[in-house]
């Protein structure tokens, strides 16, 4: 009869113990991200970006300030692998401050050069256009005019009628005052800011929190980046989405490789994918109401066309240099005036 040595047999367990351990990991493919988009949202984008490659996903929702402070926080020993969402803006800064890493996706050349990083630092995955949400019916209830342009929101029958993000916290709002730049001027944007100021009822932490507020009527008149207002829209709220004449800024939300990030292979599936045109389909499938950056990529059914808005561009990375010198000058003379 055929025998076994007890030495066969531990070897044989030896590599079937280590086979199994080699297979579990290559099945436990794991991501931790800072999100930046609302949480919404980005569960739903991130659920099925996890469906299809199988990496599971840690998310950690922080609006783009509290964001980049503990990615800075954390650079000698980083706790996430991506920064997905925030303006781009947010993610050059992090890119000066050597927070981030580069990374050529192949999916990128479908990118036009002001949504992409050059050296691969940062990808937009997404753009919306900012704008108005208002409440028509409480608006005229209180005997007010609805609001059709930017300069409208100095008039003081809207005292204590508006709310908008805080610069202080939020990358939407830096978006709202580069635009105002753009179509004032510095100087006389911050003469509007002031003058406006009497008029915000609060100004949020969150770049969503004015839409939150106004789906509950808290406000009447939130200013923010436009996909929860034509969302609310869509499912029948009395509310209306308007785009002032002058004009309005956009974001172009992006992610970005933390350095020394744990989980590499993961972080660039993530990125390809995002950018890929089912990824950027995916935009439109989940109802995010996101506007692609992706030319042959629809924005969905209820989604205006880019077409139909009056857009302000405006240097990127000299918004970003800035940065720090407009929101400390927004703060003394906005709200210590």
Same mark, same amino acid.
């Given at each position: 009869?055929?025998?076994?040595?007890?030495?066969?047999?531990?070897?044989?367990?030896? *590599?079937?113990?280590?086979?199994?351990?080699?297979?579990?990991?290559?099945?436990?493919?794991?991501?931790?991200?800072?999100?930046?988009?609302?949480?919404?949202?980005?569960t739903? @984008?991130?659920?099925?970006?996890?469906?299809?490659?199988?990496?599971?996903v840690?998310?950690?929702?922080?609006?783009?300030?509290?964001?980049?402070?503990?990615?800075?926080?954390?650079?000698?020993?980083?706790?996430?692998?991506v &920064?997905? !969402?925030? #303006?781009?803006? %947010?993610?050059?800064?992090?890119?000066?401050?050597?927070?981030t890493?580069? $990374?050529?996706?192949?999916?990128? /050349?479908?990118?036009?050069? %002001?949504?992409?990083?050059?050296? !691969?630092? &940062?990808?937009?995955?997404?753009?919306?256009?900012?704008?108005?949400?208002? +409440? #028509?019916? =409480?608006?005229? !209830?209180?005997? *007010?005019?609805?609001?059709?342009?930017?300069?409208?929101l100095?008039? #003081?029958?809207?005292?204590?009628?508006i709310?908008?993000?805080?610069?202080?916290?939020?990358?939407?709002?830096y978006?709202?005052?580069q635009? +105002?730049?753009?179509?004032?001027? =510095?100087?006389?944007?911050?003469?509007?800011?002031?003058?406006?100021?009497?008029?915000?009822?609060?100004?949020?932490?969150?770049?969503?929190?004015?839409s /939150? %507020?106004?789906?509950?009527?808290?406000?009447?008149?939130?200013?923010?980046?436009?996909?929860?207002?034509?969302? +609310?829209?869509?499912q !029948?709220? #009395?509310?209306? *989405?308007?785009?002032?004449? =002058?004009?309005?800024?956009y974001?172009?939300?992006?992610?970005? @490789?933390l350095?020394?990030?744990k989980?590499?292979? =993961?972080?660039?599936? +993530?990125?390809?994918? @995002?950018?890929?045109k089912?990824?950027?389909?995916?935009?439109s499938q989940?109802?995010? $109401?996101?506007?692609?950056?992706?030319?042959?990529v629809?924005?969905?059914q209820?989604?205006?066309?880019?077409?139909e808005i009056?857009?302000?561009?405006?240097?990127?990375?000299?918004?970003?240099?800035?940065?720090?010198? @407009?929101?400390?000058?927004?703060?003394?003379?906005?709200?210590?005036?």
């Amino acid at each position: 009869m055929f025998k076994i040595s007890r030495l066969t047999v531990v070897l044989t367990l030896a *590599v079937m113990v280590v086979s199994f351990a080699a297979c579990s990991m290559a099945a436990d493919r794991n991501l931790v991200i800072y999100s930046s988009v609302d949480e919404e949202n980005a569960t739903n @984008i991130l659920n099925v970006f996890s469906e299809t490659t199988g990496i599971k996903v840690n998310m950690v929702f922080l609006s783009s300030g509290p964001a980049l402070s503990r990615i800075e926080a954390e650079k000698n020993n980083p706790q996430a692998d991506v &920064w997905f !969402g925030a #303006p781009n803006e %947010n993610h050059i800064v992090a890119r000066d401050r050597g927070l981030t890493q580069p $990374y050529a996706s192949p999916s990128a /050349k479908e990118l036009l050069d %002001n949504f992409k990083d050059k050296e !691969g630092y &940062w990808h937009a995955f997404y753009m919306n256009p900012l704008g108005f949400g208002i +409440l #028509p019916e =409480e608006l005229k !209830g209180a005997g *007010v005019k609805e609001p059709v342009a930017w300069a409208d929101l100095t008039d #003081p029958s809207y005292k204590g009628m508006i709310q908008m993000p805080s610069p202080q916290s939020s990358g939407t709002a830096y978006a709202v005052i580069q635009t +105002l730049i753009s179509i004032f001027g =510095e100087d006389e944007a911050f003469t509007f800011m002031k003058k406006m100021n009497p008029n915000v009822q609060t100004y949020t932490q969150s770049g969503t929190g004015p839409s /939150k %507020n106004l789906a509950i009527r808290e406000t009447s008149l939130a200013i923010q980046f436009t996909p929860a207002f034509l969302k +609310l829209v869509e499912q !029948g709220f #009395p509310a209306q *989405v308007v785009f002032p004449a =002058e004009g309005v800024g956009y974001e172009a939300a992006a992610v970005s @490789i933390l350095k020394g990030a744990k989980n590499m292979d =993961e972080a660039k599936a +993530l990125v390809d994918w @995002i950018l890929s045109k089912e990824g950027q389909t995916t935009l439109s499938q989940v109802k995010t $109401y996101f506007f692609p950056v992706r030319k042959d990529v629809s924005a969905g059914q209820g989604v205006p066309s880019l077409a139909e808005i009056q857009l302000i561009d405006y240097d990127r990375e000299k918004a970003a240099a800035d940065k720090g010198r @407009i929101v400390d000058r927004w703060v003394t003379e906005v709200l210590g005036q």
